[in-house]
T-cell receptor, first 114, second 114 residues
Framework: AQSVTQPDIHITVSEGASLELRCNYS??????LFWYVQSPGQGLQLLLKYFSGDTLVQGIKGFEAEFKRSQSSFNLRKPSVHWSDAAEYFCAVGSGGGADGLTFGKGTHLIIQP | NAGVTQTPKFRVLKTGQSMTLLCAQDMNHEYMYWYRQDPGMGLRLIHY???????AKGEVPDGYNVSRLKKQNFLLGLESAAPSQTSVYFC?????????????FGPGTRLLVL
């Protein structure tokens, strides 16, 4: 069965500092990987996704993620965070066809210090 | 385009009561999903549908039923609500293009079962 691990439940970063959120996955075939962001009381918004090709993918809001097959990782990065980035971030893995839904990690809560 | 909408936004039930959550999408998506989100658990798939008239069980289907009578609607039913079903429920939809799946999420329904 597929699974996603987000090792950090909470992360605190100063505004303007760089950010890296970790995601490790377990999947038997080629994974389709996603990062979603959830602001308080809101639904989920897609930040970026990886299906194939270039292992460094760019997303919205200045985020990027790098797929490393050898490490089964798909870490999310941003060079300089803004206070508006404070939110819950979810990594997810899918089978590619979309039919059987996504498996989500438990999320990382990002706190931005002024 | 409204995207994915959910009705109601918030509901309080007493143990044993029944209710139906409605999800509607106007993107002509084939696939639709119901997830529940609990603190520290991420999102877990309850049921999903790959087309009108078809449904399938996800990771946590017990206590829920679903129906997809129309392509644009996906209903989630609780026949006899239990306090363990207190959660935030998210509906999502996607288009079945292999390698291009992106799930679009609704704003969520907060359910409190007393």
């Amino acid at each position: 069965a597929q699974s996603v691990t987000q090792p950090d439940i909470h992360i605190t970063v100063s505004e303007g500092a760089s950010l890296e959120l970790r995601c490790n996955y377990s999947y038997g075939a080629t994974p389709y990987l996603f990062w979603y962001v959830q602001s308080p009381g809101q639904g989920l918004q897609l930040l970026l996704k990886y299906f194939s090709g270039d292992t460094l993918v760019q997303g919205i809001k200045g985020f990027e993620a790098e797929f490393k097959r050898s490490q089964s990782s798909f870490n999310l990065r941003k060079p300089s965070v803004h206070w508006s980035d404070a939110a819950e971030y979810f990594c997810a893995v899918g089978s590619g066809g979309g039919a059987d839904g996504l498996t989500f990690g438990k999320g990382t809560h990002l706190i931005i210090q002024p | 385009n409204a995207g994915v909408t959910q009705t109601p936004k918030f509901r309080v039930l007493k143990t044993g009561q029944s209710m139906t959550l409605l999800c509607a999408q106007d993107m002509n998506h084939e696939y639709m999903y119901w997830y529940r989100q609990d603190p520290g658990m991420g999102l877990r798939l309850i049921h999903y549908s790959v087309g009108e008239g078809t449904t399938a069980k996800g990771e946590v289907p017990d206590g829920y039923n679903v129906s997809r009578l129309k392509k644009q609607n996906f209903l989630l039913g609780l026949e006899s609500a239990a306090p363990s079903q207190t959660s935030v429920y998210f509906c999502a939809s996607s288009y079945p293009s292999r390698g291009q799946e992106t799930q679009y999420f609704g704003p969520g329904t907060r359910l409190l079962v007393l």
